[in-house]
């Protein structure tokens, strides 16, 4: 069964630090390229960030509201991804998922149950 | 940096026809993706390049894409459809969603 599962998530004063990880099974992971999405309670969906395969260089972009704050890893050894997120903002609140692109193509197709974070003091 | 724009709530009677659009500048020579949220849940794909179902997803689900307007069909429409829908593109090497819309069955 493909699937991916987030952790990591937690309360955190602003400013503050939080390592999110995203483990993935059934499928090849080290193919795919992994992306962040995260949605604010009662708002809608919010790209975060994307990791490409080896084959691309394991490039990443960031959306602009947290590029310099977050940052995307991969452990293809242990079919996992990462979210590093620094210098985190009260609207940085929200659930984050992971999820995971085909090979080739740029629909998300696999979604984790996503991981909650707070920021506040 | 380009903007999806769709509406905020569509209401359809039970077993007729809901219509989901999602308007963006020229949106017709992108492939757009469509997902469907229920509340305290992830989003699932029901669409992926602007008329093609994943495996699973009823035929009830249709795309089509055109113009500056996509639009996300469900058809004799049950209560089970009732959720958030949201549209997806990809522009500049960035995902960019649209607000998303909440589909009432009546």
């Known amino acids: 069964e493909v699937q991916l599962v987030e952790s990591g998530g937690g309360l955190v004063q602003p400013g503050g630090s939080l390592k999110l990880s995203c483990a993935a099974s059934g499928f090849t992971f080290s193919g795919s390229a992994m992306h962040w999405v995260r949605q604010a309670s009662g708002k809608g969906l919010d790209w975060v960030g994307r990791?490409?395969?080896?084959?691309?260089?394991?490039?990443?972009e960031y959306a602009a509201s947290v590029k310099g704050r977050f940052t995307i890893s991969r452990d293809d050894s242990k079919n996992t991804a990462f979210l590093q997120m620094n210098s985190l903002k009260t609207e940085d609140t929200a659930v984050y998922y992971c999820?995971?692109?085909?090979?080739?193509?740029?629909?998300?197709?696999?979604w984790g149950k996503g991981t909650t974070v707070t920021v506040s003091s | 940096s380009y903007e999806l724009t769709q509406p905020l709530s569509v209401s359809v009677a039970l077993g007729q026809t809901a219509r989901i659009t999602c308007g963006g500048n020229?949106?017709?020579?992108?492939?757009v993706h469509w997902y469907q949220q229920k509340p305290g849940q992830a989003p699932v794909l029901v669409i992926y390049r602007d008329s093609n179902r994943p495996s699973g997803i009823p035929e009830r689900f249709s795309g089509s894409n055109s113009g500056n307007t996509a639009t996300l069909s469900i058809t004799r429409a049950q209560a089970g459809d009732e959720a958030d829908y949201y549209c997806q593109v990809w522009d500049s090497s960035t995902v960019v969603f649209g607000g998303g819309t909440k589909l009432t069955v009546l």
């Open positions: 020229n949106i017709g020579i992108k492939n």
């Open positions: 990791i490409r395969s080896k084959a691309d260089s394991y490039a990443t």
């Open positions: 999820t995971r692109l085909p090979s080739g193509d740029y629909y998300m197709d696999v």
